[in-house]
Nanobody, 120 residues
Framework: QVRFVESGGGLVQPGGSLTLSCTAS????????MDWYHQAPGQEREEVARIVQGGDRQWYPAPVKGRFTISRDDRKNMVFLRMTDLKPEDTGTYYC?????????????WGRGTRVTVLS
């Protein structure tokens, strides 16, 4: 059974930093791209980082490029998100998952996420 457990969120001042962690299980992690998603209060979940299999390429949308860094450890089935120069608009719940929509034929349920609050 696929499972994602996110951790590392917290309360931080603007300009501060946090590193989020995600532990994945129940699927062949090393063969999948992995994403981090951000859901602001009352908003849709949106992708904020992607890392390919093997970890040698990453993608970020403009609002976080240069501030967020995604990495992975395939030995531990973990993916990380280093967030720096945090802004109030980064507030929300962060989730990891495979790119959406997920591969056909397998369920990739969302974890509980980890909450980040950037004071304004």
């Amino acid at each position: 059974q696929v499972r994602f457990v996110e951790s590392g969120g917290g309360l931080v001042q603007p300009g501060g930093s946090l590193t989020l962690s995600c532990t994945a299980s129940g699927f062949d992690f090393e063969y999948h791209m992995m994403d981090w998603y951000h859901q602001a209060p009352g908003q849709e979940r949106e992708e904020v980082a992607r890392i390919v299999q093997g970890g040698d390429r990453q993608w970020y949308p403009a609002p976080v490029k240069g501030r967020f860094t995604i990495s992975r450890d395939d030995r531990k089935n973990m993916v990380f998100l280093r967030m720096t120069d945090l802004k109030p608009e980064d507030t929300g719940t962060y989730y990891c998952n495979v790119p959406q929509p997920p591969p056909a034929g397998q369920e990739f349920p969302w974890g509980r996420g980890t909450r980040v609050t950037v004071l304004s």
